[in-house]
């Protein structure tokens, strides 16, 4: 019963204390930002609409623009250092794991017949 007592008491003694504050959104804003402040993970961010739509379409073009040059492009296996084959008549030699023409292992050497 003492126990209820004191208790109405000090809430009592509390709003006559409190009576002269506003608790307005100004003070509410402050008090919680002491309570527990906004940590760097949890923050709002507001990320503007063509921002979102420029992203995406970056995103789909781009292998969509790849695709086609890749599938459109012609593919050449001569490098720019080979030579053209000027004779049909040509042979091609495998040696140590290397394909050669005959021309060009003849090359510097008298052709003896």
Known sequence: ?????????????????????????????????????PSFWNRELRIPGIAVVLVLCLCIAVPVIGWQRLSSSVYSPQTMDAKPQSESSDRLIMIAGGVYYESELLEGWAKEK
Do not use: N, W, Y
Request: glycine letters at 2%; hydrophobic letters at 30%; a negative charge.
């Open 1 to 37: 019963m003492k126990h209820e007592h004191d208790s109405k008491s000090i809430r009592k003694d509390l709003e006559i204390e409190l009576a002269g504050i506003q608790f307005t959104e100004q003070l509410q804003k402050t008090v919680l930002d002491r309570a527990c402040p």
